[in-house]
């Protein structure tokens, strides 16, 4: 438990590959807020043992549904058969039939095994989870579903990837045709009223110096809008990042044989950076990686870092 947090509220920190999970419990009742990614579901499932001392877990939310916070719903639904889960309403049907085309999984080229949903979250419910109130709020912008949970007795938000302490995640909607930008703006100013006293990111430590992070996203998010491009190769390498961190060694065809049929780098390759071939461009793309030195490539093979 985070000293700066209540008793019966635990923030678990997790690498990129994961999201962060949030986890409630007064000793009656017990509540996971996000799962992570699949593979690392054998360590979430370790991680609640040590939690619950053999009780069940009641409730599971997802603050919306990017394979790296939902991952790790079905293991997770499968060791507590009984559990409730909680998802934002804007995916119900999409989860209910599986509905590729409206879900990110195979358009990101990640992987998501299927769950199930039992509840809807919508914006302005309000909820008593293991002994601590919750109100519910939209967080357009980097996933127009997503959601975040403002507890007003401690001042806490869960912000998940609306805000970070070093910005916020890809603004999806951008390089799908739609708006983003704007929205992440307006969750900014939402976060900037509610004026929470602590942040649990989906990302990243806990946030304590609330406005310097606003600040850091504000900054952010105007250069973003000065130059869609830099977005746009910005999640492009993001999408790189995250498989890497998946994979942690590739070589360089199996790399671009992935990139060339995963939907979104292609849309990405067309709609921003069409007057090279997608080819040059991963390969641009890597040495971006390389020389961050978040990855290291050795002859062929891309290694993470």
């Given at each position: 438990?985070?000293?700066?947090?209540?008793?019966?509220?635990?923030?678990?920190?997790?690498?990129?590959?994961?999201?962060?999970?949030?986890?409630?419990?007064?000793?009656?009742?017990?509540?996971?807020?996000?799962?992570?990614?699949?593979?690392?579901?054998?360590?979430?499932?370790?991680?609640?043992?040590?939690?619950?001392?053999?009780?069940?877990?009641?409730?599971?939310?997802?603050?919306?549904?990017?394979s790296d916070h939902c991952g790790g719903n079905l293991a997770v639904q499968s060791q507590?058969?009984?559990?409730?889960?909680?998802?934002?309403?804007?995916?119900?049907?999409?989860?209910?039939?599986?509905?590729?085309?409206?879900?990110?999984?195979?358009?990101?080229?990640?992987?998501?095994?299927?769950?199930?949903?039992?509840?809807?979250?919508?914006?302005?419910?309000?909820?008593?989870?293991?002994?601590?109130?919750?109100?519910?709020?939209?967080?357009?912008?980097?996933?127009?579903?997503?959601?975040?949970?403002?507890?007003?007795?401690?001042?806490?938000?869960?912000?998940?990837?609306?805000?970070?302490?070093?910005?916020?995640?890809?603004?999806?909607?951008?390089?799908?045709?739609?708006?983003?930008?704007?929205?992440?703006?307006?969750?900014?100013?939402?976060?900037?009223?509610?004026?929470?006293?602590?942040?649990?990111?989906?990302?990243?430590?806990?946030?304590?110096?609330?406005?310097?992070?606003?600040?850091?996203?504000?900054?952010?998010?105007?250069?973003?809008?000065?130059?869609?491009?830099?977005?746009?190769?910005?999640?492009?390498?993001?999408?790189?990042?995250?498989?890497?961190?998946?994979?942690?060694?590739?070589?360089?065809?199996?790399?671009?044989?992935?990139?060339?049929?995963?939907?979104?780098?292609?849309?990405?390759?067309?709609?921003?950076?069409?007057?090279?071939?997608?080819?040059?461009?991963?390969?641009?793309?890597?040495?971006?990686?390389?020389?961050?030195?978040?990855?290291?490539?050795?002859?062929?093979?891309?290694?993470?870092?």
């Open positions: 438990m985070t000293p700066l947090l209540p008793a019966g509220l635990h923030y678990w920190e997790r690498g990129w590959l994961s999201s962060n999970s949030i986890f409630l419990d007064d000793g009656i009742s017990s509540v996971l807020i996000d799962t992570g990614y699949v593979t690392h579901s054998s360590l979430l499932l370790t991680f609640l043992a040590s939690r619950l001392h053999q009780r069940t877990l009641d409730t599971l939310v997802n603050t919306h549904l990017h507590f058969p009984e559990i409730t889960t909680f998802i934002p309403f804007g995916l119900f049907d999409a989860v209910r039939d599986w509905d590729n085309s409206a879900l990110s999984f195979e358009a990101t080229g990640q992987s998501c095994p299927r769950f199930h949903a039992d509840t809807q979250l919508h914006p302005g419910d309000f909820y008593n989870w293991a002994g601590f109130n919750w109100e519910v709020h939209a967080s357009p912008g980097h996933d127009h579903d997503a959601l975040l949970f403002f507890n007003p007795e401690n001042r806490i938000l869960i912000s998940a990837d609306a805000l970070w302490a070093n910005g916020f995640g890809v603004v999806f909607p951008e390089i799908c045709g739609g708006t983003g930008f704007a929205e992440v703006i307006s969750t900014l100013d939402l976060i900037e009223n509610l004026n929470p006293r602590i942040v649990l990111p989906g990302h990243g430590p806990l946030i304590e110096d609330v406005a310097r992070a606003i600040a850091i996203a504000r900054k952010k998010i105007n250069r973003f809008k000065e130059s869609p491009p830099l977005h746009a190769s910005h999640a492009a390498k993001v999408l790189l990042k995250f498989k890497l961190l998946e994979w942690q060694s590739v070589d360089m065809d199996t790399l671009k044989l992935w990139a060339t049929s995963t939907s979104l780098l292609e849309d990405i390759h067309k709609s921003f950076f069409s007057t090279i071939s997608i080819s040059l461009w991963i390969e641009d793309l890597v040495s971006d990686l390389v020389s961050k030195k978040v990855a290291r490539l050795d002859g062929l093979t891309l290694h993470n870092i």
